[in-house]
């Protein structure tokens, strides 16, 4: 562990970020086991979009950005990440591919949560880790929830025309698809 900041710094982050906030002390714990400290300088990247979701995040300290690959040297930027932020949960859950490129906004520290270590937690039956999946299926569900009443909002609209659904939709996906 990172010598600058202590255990007991960091089960106090945790417990003050939403995802972590209902796990009793041992399986705080238990989550903390498997946890790693990453140091990013600002400006460099975590992982870009494509690579293999080998774990999840927490914005300790600083911010990152997350960006989409919209053609050759353009990208939109999709999200700011402060502390407390989660992110990359999807790939823990499914395995997929990042969807985004990370990206340091200035020098940051990040817990992260590799996969297989994740993994082999809720393959041992371990209910925290069961506790933390049900938080991230809560956060998706409610990305998902937004995403599409405001799809519906869209569609139902009289007034807008295939070229303004385009462009509200492209700002949705944006906006919404903010896992990695």
Same mark, same amino acid.
């Given at each position: 562990?990172?010598?600058?900041?202590?255990? @007991?710094?960091?089960?106090?982050?945790?417990?003050?970020?939403?995802?972590?906030?209902?796990?009793?002390?041992?399986?705080?714990? @238990?989550?903390?086991?498997?946890?790693?400290?990453?140091?990013?300088?600002?400006?460099?990247?975590?992982?870009?979009?494509?690579?293999?979701?080998?774990?999840?995040?927490?914005?300790?300290?600083?911010?990152? @950005?997350?960006?989409? @690959?919209?053609?050759?040297?353009?990208?939109?930027?999709?999200?700011?990440?402060?502390?407390?932020?989660?992110?990359?949960?999807?790939?823990?859950?499914?395995?997929?591919?990042?969807?985004?490129?990370?990206?340091?906004?200035?020098?940051?520290?990040?817990?992260?949560?590799?996969?297989?270590?994740?993994?082999?937690?809720?393959?041992?039956?371990?209910?925290?880790?069961?506790?933390?999946?049900?938080?991230?299926?809560?956060?998706?569900?409610?990305?998902?929830?937004?995403?599409?009443?405001?799809?519906?909002?869209?569609?139902?609209?009289?007034?807008?025309?295939?070229?303004?659904?385009?462009?509200?939709?492209?700002?949705?996906?944006?906006?919404?698809?903010?896992?990695?």
């Amino acid at each position: 562990m990172d010598s600058s900041i202590t255990l @007991e710094q960091i089960l106090t982050f945790l417990l003050e970020t939403p995802l972590f906030k209902d796990l009793a002390p041992d399986g705080l714990a @238990e989550i903390v086991g498997i946890m790693q400290i990453q140091h990013l300088d600002a400006g460099q990247a975590l992982f870009q979009q494509g690579d293999v979701g080998d774990a999840w995040y927490v914005v300790y300290s600083g911010g990152v @950005e997350v960006f989409r @690959e919209v053609g050759v040297g353009r990208r939109n930027l999709v999200v700011q990440l402060a502390p407390r932020a989660c992110f990359g949960e999807m790939a823990v859950l499914d395995g997929s591919p990042r969807s985004g490129t990370v990206q340091a906004v200035k020098d940051s520290v990040l817990l992260r949560f590799p996969r297989g270590a994740f993994q082999s937690l809720l393959a041992g039956e371990s209910l925290a880790a069961h506790q933390l999946v049900l938080a991230m299926a809560r956060l998706l569900c409610a990305r998902q929830r937004v995403l599409t009443g405001e799809v519906f909002g869209m569609l139902e609209d009289p007034r807008a025309d295939l070229g303004d659904i385009r462009t509200r939709m492209q700002r949705l996906v944006d906006a919404y698809h903010v896992s990695e």
